[in-house]
């Protein structure tokens, strides 16, 4: 019995000391769901080209990209028939103002990634040309906001908001306060 308590309490205490997922990571899925909804577009074995105009520090989504489309219609060929063009014109991360739970809990930030773009599917009798975009929010603790980027990659990063300074003035105020009130109780009650 005891053993389980032990592994219990030392997943639990895992669980909550998980870095937050990668901005990168996430940008990568956010790609990849606009890349599966451009493959939809296609017929079942209709032949592509593929071209990915990606500019910039962007050119990270290409192999990711790629992959997909591979996975979700094939392989694309120099003679297709139809010609995807797929732009990513923006991604950003955004980090709001900290918010805590309660006094003493741990700053948490929300964080929204956001990325867009736009794609064309470009056949003999017709062209589609759409616009997408892709939003992730979350919450990610302050201390955190290192891990959750990607070193090298700057949009993956954004400038973190800084603490709030009456709450940083505020809990030390706290402890000390009942740290002085612990010690008055502790010695009017001993004297009585």
């Not at 891990?147 to 400038?159: I, K, L, M, N």
Request: charged share 25%; net charge negative.
């Amino acid at each position: 019995m005891r053993r389980y308590l032990l592994i219990l309490l030392l997943s639990a205490s895992a669980a909550r000391c998980q870095s937050p997922p990668a901005s990168l990571d996430l940008f990568f899925e956010m790609a990849d769901s606009a890349a599966r909804e451009v493959a939809t577009r296609l017929d079942e074995g209709e032949s592509y080209r593929l071209s990915l105009a990606l500019p910039g520090e962007y050119v990270v989504f290409g192999d990711r990209l790629l992959a997909t489309f591979i996975e979700e219609a094939g392989a694309p060929t120099d003679s297709g028939e139809t010609t995807i063009t797929l732009t990513i014109t923006r991604a950003s991360v955004l980090y709001g103002e900290p918010e805590r739970e309660s006094l003493f809990s741990p700053y948490r930030v929300p964080r929204e990634l956001f990325l867009s773009g736009s794609f064309a599917v470009v056949r003999s009798e017709e062209t589609v040309v759409e616009e997408f975009a892709r939003v992730y929010r979350d919450a990610v603790r302050r201390d955190s906001l290192a891990e959750a980027a990607t070193p090298g990659v700057a949009f993956t990063d954004s400038p973190a908001p800084p603490e709030p300074l009456f709450s940083s003035l505020l809990e030390p105020v706290a402890v000390i306060g009942a740290s002085a009130a612990a010690v008055w109780l502790f010695f009017t009650v001993r004297n009585e």
